[in-house]
């Protein structure tokens, strides 16, 4: 894992310690969660040193300045800590990222179209696939608007949060864990969120549902195929066989494949409450029971 120091702009690669936690050489950081802009700071132009110049610079200068005043000396930002020239480091960055956010002491959400008035739910943050791991992952995120200036915890704007994003105010709240939902209300917490490549809507959702899988850009819709394929692997939840289709798409669309797996995050835009088990005044009850189930080559294998 690279990191950056916060007064230096040095990039240094770190061990990570086996126990997922901070290892020796792994030093307390603060990490970045925003939207991409035109003329980004990347690594190659760390490596070459003339990044001052970019005119992503004054995002990097600022997240820095802000952690450094905060008392960390290393901090994280995908745009420059990671070499996207390498495909096995590319590959290894973003199935590790929801553990890296994991692992920050805090993550600043930096909303570079908010000016610190009217609705903030409204920015382009919470429409993005990558920010919804970034927002889920780490136990405090405080948000910023365009001029660096804080306006609140992720916590104490869990009301509008959850408003705007369908993620329930107790997880925002850290008073209920990721795996107390069910896979198809995950799956519509990413339904109406865009990424600039197709690949990266299902990419995006690695961490939130505990998988990892080789990345392979020129697939297209089979990466969410795959990732569901992952997924199934590790749980019995019935949940992810209920999706819909989307207002719009034809059943006869031909880059679409009508089998017992959803086409995209899209499908599963109307799976409101859909849980594997709820508790009614203190009891549980079952509203889709996991049973173990198998795929085969001629389909789904199941005891109801």
Sequence with gaps: MRLINTKTYEVKEFIESSDESFGVDLPFYAILSHTWGADEVTFEDV?????????????LEGFCKTARSNGFAWAWMDTCCIDKRSSTELSEAINSMFAWYKRSLVCYAYLDDFD???????????T???????????RMVVFFNRDWRDFGEKSELAERISQVTWIDEALLRSQSDL????????????????????EDRSYSLL???????????????????????????STSDLSMFVWWKP??????????????????????????????????????TEILA???????????????
């Design 47 to 59: 490596e070459r040193g003339n990044f001052k110049k970019k005119k992503g610079f004054q995002k």
């Design 116 to 126: 610190g008035f009217g609705d903030y739910g409204r920015c382009r943050w919470f």
């Design 128 to 138: 993005r696939g990558w920010t919804l791991q970034e927002l889920i992952s780490p």
């Design 179 to 198: 795996s107390d939902f069910s896979v198809a209300e995950k799956m519509r917490w990413a339904s109406r969120r865009k990424t600039t490549r197709v």
């Design 207 to 233: 961490g939130l549902f505990n998988v990892n899988m080789p990345l392979l850009y020129g697939e297209g819709h089979a990466a969410f195929y795959r990732l569901q394929e992952e997924i199934i692997k």
């Design 247 to 284: 207002w719009g798409v034809s059943t006869l669309d031909s880059d679409t494949n009508w089998g017992l797996f959803a086409s995209s995050p899209a499908f599963f835009e109307l799976a409101d409450g859909v849980v594997p088990k709820r508790m009614l005044k203190g009891e549980t």
């Design 290 to 304: 996991s049973r173990p189930f198998n795929i085969t080559n001629t389909g789904l294998q199941i005891q109801l």
